[in-house]
């Protein structure tokens, strides 16, 4: 079946850190893999996606490539600011179109 | 243009009663998902609409939960007879079909005393 594995939070990083949350996915066919974040007390909303194999989502300083060879999608963002604290998630849809699957959510914490 | 909204924002009910949640996807948009969220957790899926099909209500955890979507649109979630263990913020989300990414409401916070 199809699944979605994060690295479990809370991650907690000091202002201008280097970003990295881990996902890693399985899946039968030939994926859409996105992230979302939930800022607190706000609704989710996509941050970047991927389509294809070797693609690069990008957006708001965050990049995520996608992985086929190692099964990953990896989000990464060069130096993070306090205002990225969220919860994001890692989320697949899978070909024959059904449901989106989401990993468990990874919470950042950023330090001033 | 609008975006995914949700009514009421917060509900609060005793136990054994039953709540109507509303979702009003974005206009055009012919899937939609509920799912729910406890405190500090992740998304727990609940049910999926995609246009005429039949919906997927796998996610529901009990018999006490259903949901329809009237003209391929509103949709409404409830929850009878109403437990401490449902409370939780309940999400819905829309998506241009199901091969792409999807927009979500604000949530309803339901707390069951």
């Known amino acids: 079946g199809n699944s979605v594995t994060q690295m479990e939070g809370p991650v907690t990083l000091s202002e201008e850190a280097f970003l990295t949350i881990n996902c890693t996915y399985t899946a039968t066919g030939y994926p859409s893999l996105f992230w979302y974040v939930q800022y607190p007390g706000e609704g989710l909303q996509l941050l970047l996606k991927a389509t294809k194999a070797d693609d690069k989502g990008s957006n708001k300083g965050f990049e995520a490539t996608y992985r086929k060879e190692t099964t990953s999608f990896h989000l990464e963002k060069g130096s993070v600011q306090v205002s990225d604290s969220a919860v994001y998630f890692c989320?697949?849809?899978?070909?024959?179109?059904?449901?989106?699957?989401f990993g468990a959510g990874t919470r950042l914490f950023v330090k001033a | 243009g609008a975006g995914v909204s949700q009514s009421p924002s917060n509900k609060v009910t005793e136990k054994g009663k039953d709540v109507e949640l509303r979702c009003d996807p974005i206009s055009g948009h012919t899937a939609l998902y509920w799912y729910r969220q406890s405190l500090g957790q992740g998304l727990e899926f609940l049910i999926y609409?995609?246009?005429?099909?039949?919906?997927?209500k796998s996610g529901l955890p009990s018999d006490r939960f259903s949901a329809e979507r009237t003209g391929g649109s509103v949709s409404t979630l409830t929850i009878q007879r109403t437990q401490q263990e449902d409370s939780a913020v309940y999400l819905c989300a829309s998506s241009l079909d199901e091969w792409n990414e999807q927009y979500f409401g604000p949530g309803t916070r339901l707390t069951v005393t």
């Open positions: 609409f995609q246009g005429n099909s039949a919906p997927d």
């Open positions: 989320a697949l849809i899978n070909t024959g179109g059904f449901k989106t699957i």
